[in-house]
């Protein structure tokens, strides 16, 4: 891959970035820095080939990263509980207050609602949004801190670290009521879930887990040396996982499936790991036939994915927050003030 294009936020100061996302014709990029002694973002969108600014947003907050939605709208929260929702120009459709709490990242209900859970200190609700107008749908009580969500099947699910030191609880609710289907305890953190068909997979403190989206049973369990946390995303290609822990290691797991006629039993077993220097930005990501992983120290460097064999490196600049997205052969990393975009060639 080579550097077509690079884009600078100009003049700000402490500046980190969120996550890049895409669809065919824009790429966009949440900043965040320090402002007259307290936060500001800006959200901009750019020509996905050529790096061309197309539109830019300036939030007086700390944005979460955005989602795009199939008609190209545009979505993101923010840290002054508010939601914000652009059209796919950059104009303002509406602003969506759900108290004064941090939000998470939003997730995509179907196709016609938003899902966000509040984080951080005296957080406790999770919110349903209407698309079009912002409007409040619902709201579930969580009861605490709550990391990304996910969506499938008419189910959100997300972990919640309870408050008063009560543990950590895995819940699942209904999209249509905000209605509590399951919720599983426990005593090790749990983080961010992906649903891969029924299957509920969650990195957790000690261990890479696998629940059933109906039931919330514990259909598998991979246990972690030393208790490294899976504090990061998930990347699920096929039956492989890919995941980044706080113990610098990158590491790949294979989910197996076992029919007998009676039912399908499910296995999680470690296929490799590699260590890294300096930690990983946001989650690995298979581009092609190699795996890249940012990290502050090593820029973007790609893993074959089926042995973890160290294969190549590209150069990133240095800073705050970040994370990596490959999409229609293109891979975009964004760091500090900075997003590079690779593309074929």
């Keep these: 891959m080579k550097l077509n294009w690079s884009y600078r936020l100009p003049k700000e100061r402490q500046v980190g970035a969120r996550a890049p996302v895409a669809d065919a014709e824009t790429v966009l990029v949440a900043f965040h820095y320090d402002k007259a002694d307290f936060y500001e973002s800006t959200l901009v969108a750019l020509d996905r080939t050529t790096g061309e600014e197309r539109w830019r947003a300036t939030i007086p907050h700390v944005l979460s990263e955005p989602v795009l939605a199939p008609d190209g709208s545009v979505y993101v929260s923010s840290f002054s509980g508010t939601v914000h929702a652009f059209d796919r120009s950059g ?64 189910r959100v699910v997300h972990a919640t670290v309870l408050a008063k030191g009560a543990g950590v609880r895995l819940h699942c609710v209904d999209t249509s009521s905000g209605r509590a289907l399951w919720a599983v305890d426990s005593a090790e953190w749990m983080f961010h879930p992906v649903v891969q068909d029924q299957t509920v997979l969650i990195g957790a403190r000690g261990s890479l887990r696998a629940y059933s989206l109906q039931t919330g049973e514990l259909l598998a369990r991979l246990d972690l040396g030393d208790k490294e946390a899976i504090d990061g995303q998930l990347q699920v290609a096929g039956d492989r996982i890919y995941f980044g822990t706080d113990a610098g290691r990158v590491r790949c797991a294979v989910l197996q499936r076992k029919r007998s006629f009676f039912k399908t039993r499910l296995s999680l077993e470690s296929a490799w790991q590699a260590a890294c220097e300096g930690g990983i930005r946001g989650r690995p990501v298979v581009a092609g036939d190699a795996l890249a992983v940012l990290t502050p120290e090593e820029g973007i460097f790609f893993l074959d994915t089926a042995t973890g064999q160290s294969l190549s490196a590209l150069k990133m600049g240095k800073g705050d927050g970040g994370g990596l997205l490959y999409d229609r052969e293109w891979l975009y990393g964004a760091l500090g003030r900075e997003i590079r975009a690779f593309g074929p060639g």
């Design 91 to 154: 104009g303002k459709l509406w602003d969506g207050p759900c108290g004064d709490r941090n939000m998470g990242r939003l997730c995509l209900v179907g196709n016609d609602r938003l899902a966000v859970a509040e984080a951080g200190g005296g957080a406790s609700k999770t919110w349903c949004l209407d698309m079009r107008t912002g409007s409040k749908v619902w709201a579930f009580d969580n009861q605490g801190h709550s990391y990304a969500l996910a969506a499938s099947n008419g």
